[in-house]
Antibody
């Protein structure tokens, strides 16, 4: 059974930092692109960042470029999101999601339960 | 960036009735369109990918259609567990973008 379990969320002040983790199990983690997707309270879904199987390619939504860094450790079956210079508008539930598909056309077939990040003074 | 729109924002349906949800892309996304279901306090769940292919374990009452810029998700006979928010998402272009969602509630 595919499982994705996020952790690391919490309350942080504006300008602060937080590192999210996602522990994967039930599939060959190193064979899949992985993403972070967020959802602000009461709002819709927004893709944030993704990373290639070997970590050699990373992409970000414009609003987090230069502030967030996605990474992975295939030996530990883990995905990470380092979030710096946090802003109030980064407040959201952050989901880890597995990508599936082919020919660089990927949808999100499995999601974690999410971890809440609140940026507030 | 491709902008996704969904209509209606809220759909009130009685159990056993048919529900038809629409999704529109600001430019063609071919058939690279997915639908997700999200219940309160839960993560999204993949229902449909490739515009019309049901994901593993998804009941046959869910069907998707369309290509290019116009897409439809149909729930043939609504069950109690189907009342939720439904999002469409394009994965043809970067960045991947989602629609704002359609809430299906009980009439």
């Amino acid at each position: 059974e595919v499982q994705l379990v996020e952790s690391g969320g919490g309350l942080v002040q504006p300008g602060g930092s937080l590192r999210l983790s996602c522990a994967a199990s039930g599939f060959t983690f190193s064979s899949y692109w992985m993403s972070w997707v967020r959802q602000a309270p009461g709002k819709g879904l927004e893709w944030v960042a993704n990373i290639k199987q070997d970590g050699s390619e990373k992409y970000y939504v414009d609003s987090v470029k230069g502030r967030f860094t996605i990474s992975r450790d295939n030996a530990k079956n883990s995905l990470y999101l380092q979030m710096n210079s946090l802003r109030a508008e980064d407040t959201a539930v952050y989901y880890c999601a597995r990508e599936n598909g082919g020919y660089a056309l990927y949808y999100f077939d499995y999601w974690g339960q999410g971890t809440l990040v609140t940026v507030s003074s | 960036e491709i902008v996704m729109t969904q209509s209606p924002a809220t759909l009130s349906v009685s159990p056993g009735e048919r529900a038809t949800l629409s999704c529109r892309a600001s430019q063609s996304v071919s058939s690279n369109l997915a639908w997700y279901q999200q219940k309160p306090g839960q993560a999204p769940r993949l229902l449909i990918y490739g515009a019309s292919t049901r994901a593993t374990g998804i009941p046959a009452r869910f069907s998707g259609s369309g290509s290019g810029t116009e897409f439809t998700l149909t729930i043939s006979s609504l069950q109690s567990e189907d009342f939720a928010v439904y999002y469409c998402q394009q994965y043809n272009n970067w960045p991947r973008t989602f629609g704002p969602g359609t809430k299906v509630d009980i009439k």
